[in-house]
């Protein structure tokens, strides 16, 4: 009974964790033992149901079960999030009186409550008070120190009480560990409250608190979750560059990702590839995912030559190209004005016999559409008025399963292929089907419910495409 009322509890199932509550108060279920009330007290006082925390520890006693240290914990904490910290100071004392209980358990638990309270002033004064004499009597007092309580405020949702709480000890010159700073950092990361984090870190600094590659991989996610357009990756590019120079930081698989995402989101193919080779060199995987994620966050390049470079690792590395890949190559090839480059693309899709998605139909004539030449655009806008209930009235992915024998088969003069080709691969029947719905599976479900293009369609399409590529 106590393993289901841990899961309804971590899962915060609150109706199941009082459905049960209710039955072993009414006595609709066998004796309660310590170990499931001392559960019950703990989930309520984590939720702020006081009342129902303090319900739960009276049953234990009716039960003729002690309070244990965990379960006055738990009502100590609770007292303390809900605010009440005389009544939590008050649990704490009685439990000072209690022979021979750990003392630095005790002082844990108050600090807890005193960090979900968030009242910084009597944190101070509860530490000077109680803790200081355990910590010199103690050789194991870390969890006790200072540092831990500025952790524990961070922890509770008052990052700004514990940069508070951190500056006073740097005024009043007391120790203060790196890694209390770097939970500030975090949560304020997480609040996508910048200026704050970078003045922590200001200050951390001034006092001798230099970073490590956690405090670097922080600060770097802080910038690019901070930022519109490149901005963002920029900056994180800034810190990267300032950080490992002056303090000589190492990269850790973190760093790399980031700088993954930094470098994609800057569309710089080439720093990219010496991202992958230090990847190598520290046994990280380079593989299909990585690469898919890397062309999902890059937006537009003006380097057509190091995304050449790139597509040729790709292949060399055996990534099998399917149709996913495909779309987020085009979508590329579109943002970055190089048209020619996907029209090209969906000509190399047919000779892998991977099935293109309308998006890719529509997205490409949108912007055929919009060119400079008259008769490119005049071409383009009248296939849109022919397709554009099936093309722009639902924005759903629709696969276009269609066999590539009856499509025309390009010309060398209107698709010279670029510096780049897809790795090829022999194709079983039964595997290309499985392409097809697996392409239409993950792309969008719910494009079960549109009818595909058909053939005519698809045939009409790239005779339209023939006629333009020529002039791009």
Not at 57 to 68: E, P, R, W
Not at 195 to 204: G, I, K, T
Not at 324 to 337: A, E, T, V
Request: charge should be negative; glycine fraction near 4%.
């Amino acid at each position: 009974m106590n393993e289901e009322l841990k899961r309804l509890s971590s899962s915060e199932d609150t109706a199941g964790v009082l459905a049960m509550y209710y039955q072993l108060k009414d006595g609709l279920v066998a004796t309660p033992n310590a170990a499931t009330l001392t559960t019950l007290v703990r989930h309520f006082g984590k939720n702020g149901s006081i009342a129902l925390m303090e319900d739960a520890a009276d049953l234990m006693l009716k039960s003729g079960i002690a309070l244990s240290l965990s379960a006055y914990s738990a009502m100590v904490e609770g007292y303390g999030s809900a605010g009440q910290l005389s009544k939590a100071m008050a649990l704490f004392e009685h439990m000072k009186s209690q022979p021979n209980a750990p003392r630095h358990l005790i002082v844990r638990a108050m600090i807890g409550a005193l960090a979900c309270a968030g009242d910084v002033q009597v944190a101070i004064d509860f530490y000077n008070t109680e803790v200081v004499h355990i910590e010199m009597e103690s050789a194991d007092n870390e969890y006790l120190s200072l540092s831990t309580l500025i952790a524990a405020f961070a922890d509770a949702g008052h990052p700004k009480e514990a940069t508070v709480l951190m500056q006073h000890c740097f005024d009043h010159r007391l120790p203060v560990k790196l890694y209390s700073g770097n939970v500030i950092i975090n949560h304020m990361v997480k609040a996508k409250n910048v200026p704050e984090a970078l003045s922590v870190y200001d200050s951390m600094v001034a006092h001798g608190l230099y970073p490590i590659t956690l405090t670097m991989n922080l600060l770097m996610n802080a910038m690019l979750d901070s930022e519109a357009d490149l901005a963002g990756p920029s900056l994180a590019l800034r810190v990267y560059e300032e950080l490992t120079s002056r303090f000589s930081l190492k990269s850790d698989p973190q760093t790399y990702v980031l700088l993954v995402r930094i470098f994609a989101m800057l569309g710089d193919f080439r720093n990219l590839l010496k991202v992958f080779d230090r990847m190598r060199k520290a046994a990280m995987a380079v593989n299909y995912q990585l690469y898919h994620n890397t062309l999902s966050m890059c937006h537009a390049t003006e380097d057509s030559q190091g995304l050449d470079m790139f597509l040729t690792r790709m292949n060399q590395d055996g990534i099998v190209w399917d149709v996913p890949l495909c779309k987020l190559l085009f979508r590329l090839h579109l943002n970055s004005g190089l048209l020619r480059r996907a029209v090209t693309l969906l000509a190399q899709m047919d000779k892998l016999r991977l099935m293109p998605v309308a998006s890719m139909i529509r997205d490409l004539f949108l912007a055929l559409s919009q060119h400079q030449d008259l008769l490119i655009s005049a071409t383009a806008s009248a296939f849109l008025h022919d397709y554009s209930a099936r093309l722009l009235m639902d924005a759903r992915d629709v696969p276009c399963v269609v066999p590539s024998s009856v499509l025309p088969s390009p010309s060398s003069t209107t698709l010279a292929a670029t510096t780049w080709q897809p790795q090829p691969r022999a194709v079983s029947p039964s595997s290309h089907r499985q392409q097809q719905l697996h392409a239409a599976n993950s792309e969008n479900a719910a494009a079960e419910s549109e009818p595909p293009l058909s053939e005519s369609d698809l045939k009409h399409i790239y005779r339209v495409l023939y006629e333009v590529s020529g002039y791009l």
